[in-house]
């Protein structure tokens, strides 16, 4: 495990990374000893840099939940990142594509809570109890490492490569559809990319909420009410590039779009 002095190094040259757009080279190539357990101290002490610099925690993410997504990075576990508000974009935004690092976008579910969810016995009915609703998101991926050879290590320490969410279409409650076979299209520039069903996480969408609230509890940490949980793609990642306009249809939920510039 890495000492203390070398974790608070990494998260400040990930804070700085985050605001300059250049990525660091990778963690993993630097130390090779590094553990899931150090990636996490660097992403919750980048969170409290972001947090002393006036950013407030909005929610999180669950990454990597999802076989489409396992194979496309060749991690085989979920990971968690921290949600800030400054990352929760209005459908119908335009999006600044200089302003991330690699942009990709993925389609995925969020839970929006009206109740704590504690674990470490957390169940799929507790998230389910505790949902005010679920609404269709589009997750913005940054990098703030270089890409080439990540680990879940790097991602891990990279906030699970949060970059932004744009939230929109029909907001539904969990009992009233069910949330696995919620599908959705997406599109970049009227070209179909990528389709998914949301069963491809974990079975259940509401699955990966659970699990990190079982996975957070041994911090003394849990889901608290009114925060946003997105909870993992059921497609592969899909490049953007400055120009592009994403639609992504859900159906019966509606349609988020964004345009990168």
């Given at each position: 495990m890495l000492d203390q002095t070398t974790i608070e190094k990494i998260a400040d040259e990930l804070v700085d990374a985050g605001r300059n757009r250049q990525p660091v080279p990778r963690l993993t190539a630097r130390y090779p000893e590094m553990t899931v357990e150090d990636s996490y101290a660097v992403q919750n002490l980048w969170r409290e840099r972001s947090e002393a610099n006036?950013?407030?925690l909005a929610g999180r993410k669950i990454g990597l939940t999802s076989k489409a997504m396992q194979y496309a990075t060749g991690i085989s576990e979920p990971d968690y990142g921290i949600i800030?508000?400054?990352?929760?974009?209005?459908?119908?935004?335009?999006v600044k594509w200089d302003q991330y690092t690699h942009p990709r976008i993925e389609v995925e579910l969020a839970f929006v809570l009206n109740?704590?969810?504690?674990?470490?016995?957390?169940?799929?009915?507790?998230?389910?109890?505790a949902t005010e609703y679920v609404v269709p998101a589009l997750e913005i991926l940054d990098s703030r490492i270089e890409m080439e050879g990540r680990t879940i290590v790097d991602t891990i320490s990279d906030n699970a490569a949060m970059g932004a969410m744009v939230i929109g279409g029909n907001p539904v409650r969990p009992q009233d559809v069910d949330l696995r076979w919620i599908s959705a299209i997406l599109y970049k520039n009227q070209t179909v990319?990528?389709?998914?069903?949301?069963?491809?996480?974990?079975?259940?969408?509401?699955?990966?909420?659970?699990?990190?609230?079982?996975k957070i509890a041994p911090h003394?940490?849990?889901l608290k009410a009114g925060e946003t949980i997105l909870a993992g793609s059921f497609t592969r990642p899909m490049w953007v590039y400055e120009g592009d306009t994403v639609f992504a249809d859900y159906g019966k939920l509606g349609t988020i779009t964004?345009?990168?510039e």
């Amino acid at each position: 495990m890495l000492d203390q002095t070398t974790i608070e190094k990494i998260a400040d040259e990930l804070v700085d990374a985050g605001r300059n757009r250049q990525p660091v080279p990778r963690l993993t190539a630097r130390y090779p000893e590094m553990t899931v357990e150090d990636s996490y101290a660097v992403q919750n002490l980048w969170r409290e840099r972001s947090e002393a610099n006036g950013r407030k925690l909005a929610g999180r993410k669950i990454g990597l939940t999802s076989k489409a997504m396992q194979y496309a990075t060749g991690i085989s576990e979920p990971d968690y990142g921290i949600i800030f508000d400054d990352m929760i974009l209005e459908n119908g935004c335009t999006v600044k594509w200089d302003q991330y690092t690699h942009p990709r976008i993925e389609v995925e579910l969020a839970f929006v809570l009206n109740r704590d969810v504690k674990g470490p016995n957390a169940t799929i009915f507790d998230v389910l109890n505790a949902t005010e609703y679920v609404v269709p998101a589009l997750e913005i991926l940054d990098s703030r490492i270089e890409m080439e050879g990540r680990t879940i290590v790097d991602t891990i320490s990279d906030n699970a490569a949060m970059g932004a969410m744009v939230i929109g279409g029909n907001p539904v409650r969990p009992q009233d559809v069910d949330l696995r076979w919620i599908s959705a299209i997406l599109y970049k520039n009227q070209t179909v990319e990528e389709t998914g069903v949301a069963a491809g996480v974990l079975n259940h969408p509401a699955a990966g909420v659970y699990w990190l609230a079982n996975k957070i509890a041994p911090h003394g940490d849990h889901l608290k009410a009114g925060e946003t949980i997105l909870a993992g793609s059921f497609t592969r990642p899909m490049w953007v590039y400055e120009g592009d306009t994403v639609f992504a249809d859900y159906g019966k939920l509606g349609t988020i779009t964004c345009r990168f510039e």
